[in-house]
């Protein structure tokens, strides 16, 4: 399930994923940072502490990890997620373009 194109659209604050199936989805910076699963993110939601995102969190920038999923960079500093591509299938929603 790996995608066709992956691009930063909206002055970086959206990821639109087109999928090999034609489908196209389109993921919020914010909703991808909180959806982070880094160690760090999952102690903080364990224990409970909220996370307090600046408005109009961006990535920043793209990384392809192996053949498998991104790595993905954000403007608060955040850098540790791993987003597999079955994972950013099932955060998304398709876009209506």
């Known amino acids: 399930m790996q995608p066709a194109e992956i691009a930063l659209i909206e002055d970086q604050t959206a990821l639109t994923i087109t ?4 489908e196209v989805s389109r993921l919020d910076a914010d909703v991808l940072r909180r959806a982070s699963r ?33 790595r993905l960079f954000f403007s608060d500093g955040h850098d540790r997620g791993i987003y597999p591509w079955a ?8 876009s209506a373009a």
């Open 19 to 22: 999928w090999r199936d034609g």
């Open 87 to 94: 994972y950013l299938r099932e955060l998304s929603t398709p």
């Open 38 to 70: 880094a160690a760090s993110e999952v102690r903080r939601q364990s224990d409970g502490v909220g996370l307090n995102l600046p408005d109009g969190v961006r990535v920043d920038a793209v990384q392809l990890v192996g053949s498998y999923a991104l």
